[in-house]
């Protein structure tokens, strides 16, 4: 073992994309000679240990080759050495995968994807939720390379428009404070009465130690709840009671707005208007609305259009039980997302309760979704994740996550293409999550647009060239139909 005796290393190992540790040990005995017994211990789905007898064993067996040569020459993608208390520690503490990613200081390395399983340090396997596998998300995070100590779309901000947020640990909350939802960045602009009609008149603004925080309260208490953990949740409960929960871009920085109660908007878009123009201010990169209403609304597509110069991505849903997209889905410029549901354990349809139309960009999940939940029992707040969710909202906030996954992904490229965000940031990303989209046999591309968005593909996907893109036609402007 190398080290000073009083403060031992082990060596930890990276493996490559597919690999496994005994694979690996297959490869090294090529070269040393059989070891008898299992040289390498899993930490997670990516990663092992080489305890410090048997990196004695390899030193004996290879004559003088140093172990990180003799690793590195059987193909692992990284060698890093920890303190041996710190390893016996987390794993002593880490059942799972989120319990690796939430520590201080852990390795940060991307939720796994290995066959829509998880491999935690006790051997379990974890059904990942099928949202996140038939969209391929598990194989999204897979294609990032691990930075200790950093998740790479933690700094990709969300703006999310919704009912608000509660304090739920599934959105990373210890208290009064979460990981990574911003909620002091956020705006509670929803009064339970109107702001004035005039924009140019201050709105009500609430004392800020009251926050986007949702009371409940309406038709849709708890929505933005819900949505958002979808979009960025990260949880397990401490005694392995459910599956962990994963949102499209775990532990993401997500700044809630509370504009409203209910899902339906038309009395409160004005409000929807002062939290766009906060989020591009605030520099968010995506916006994701889970919100309907059957009125345009001239000054909320003036604030889609100043997004998209800004270089925002903005997503919308198509909307639910009427077969009409509603607004903002119907504007030029958001990425509108209708919803299938599941069929069979890899297949999707279209979900029967999704708004449908020329106006659907893609679709995602929409039905029994996995997500996070609140309901207040006894006058005190009850958190707890739930199944069963439908509706266009959750497809909406997967997209999201999967646009933060993205800007994470090619951030330093969509700046040296493209120049500093503007409009060519979320025109590529539109144009490469309906060209990566999965599209059966006979998909039905006038009600249901380009298929089911693949995370895998898309960010796997080059960037079209810059004179490729095409600029759509303002928010209000008739139907674009090469958008």
């Not at 304090?167 to 339970?192: A, C, Q």
Request: a negative charge; one cysteine or more.
């Amino acid at each position: 073992m190398s080290g000073d005796l009083a403060t031992p290393e082990v060596l930890i190992i990276r493996l490559a994309d597919g690999d496994t540790p005994a694979a690996l040990q297959a490869r090294i005995e090529v070269q040393v000679g059989a070891a008898n017994g299992e040289l390498f211990s899993w930490i997670d789905a990516r990663w092992c240990y080489l305890s410090g007898g048997h990196e004695a064993l390899l030193k004996s067996l290879s004559a003088g080759i140093t172990i990180e040569a003799l690793c590195a020459a059987a193909g692992a993608a990284e060698l890093l050495r920890v303190p041996l208390a710190e390893l016996e520690s987390r794993l002593a503490r880490r059942a799972t995968k989120a319990d690796f990613l939430r520590d201080a200081g852990a390795a940060g390395i991307a939720p796994p994807g290995v066959v829509g399983k998880l491999v935690s340090a006790d051997g379990r396997q974890v059904e990942l939720d099928w949202q996140i596998t038939v969209t391929g998300i598990n194989a999204a995070w897979d294609l990032f390379d691990s930075t200790p100590g950093v998740l790479p779309w933690r700094e990709i901000r969300v703006g999310h428009i919704d009912t608000g947020c509660t304090r739920s640990p599934m959105l990373g909350f210890h208290g009064s404070s979460s990981d990574y939802v911003r909620h002091e960045l956020g705006k509670n602009l929803f009064s339970g009465f109107l702001p004035p009609p005039n924009l140019d008149v201050p709105s009500y603004d609430p004392p800020e130690e009251i926050g986007p925080f949702d009371n409940l309260t309406g038709g849709n208490g708890g929505h933005g709840t819900r949505t958002s953990s979808v979009l960025a949740g990260f949880y397990d409960a401490p005694d392995h009671s459910k599956p962990p929960f994963y949102g499209a871009a775990p532990g993401a920085c997500v700044i809630p707005y509370r504009v409203t109660n209910s899902i339906l908007i038309d009395h409160v878009q004005r409000l929807m208007v002062l939290a766009i123009d906060d989020a591009i201010a605030r520099q968010c990169r995506v916006i994701s609305m889970s919100l309907g209403g059957i009125v345009r609304y001239s000054r909320l597509a003036d604030a889609i259009d100043r997004a998209y110069d800004a270089g925002v991505i903005v997503c919308a849903a198509a909307g639910n039980v009427i077969e009409e997209v509603t607004y903002p889905g119907r504007y030029n410029r958001v990425i509108t997302v209708g919803g299938v549901s599941p069929v069979g354990t890899a297949g999707f349809k279209p979900w029967d309760g999704a708004s449908r139309g020329e106006y659907v960009d893609i679709c995602g999940p929409a039905s029994d979704i996995r997500r996070a939940s609140v309901e207040r029992r006894n006058g005190e707040l009850d958190f707890f994740i739930a199944s069963g969710g439908n509706g266009t909202s959750y497809a909406t906030a997967l997209c999201a996550g999967i646009a933060a996954l993205w800007l994470a992904k090619r951030r330093e490229e969509l700046t040296a293409n493209y120049g500093e965000p503007g409009w060519r940031w979320p025109a590529a990303f539109k144009r490469l999550l309906k060209e990566s989209a999965e599209c059966p046999a006979g998909w039905d591309t006038t009600n249901w647009g380009r298929g089911l968005y693949r995370a895998d593909r898309l960010l796997a996907a080059a960037l079209p060239a810059v004179n490729s893109l095409h600029k759509e036609a303002g928010a209000m402007a008739p139907f674009d139909p090469l958008a």
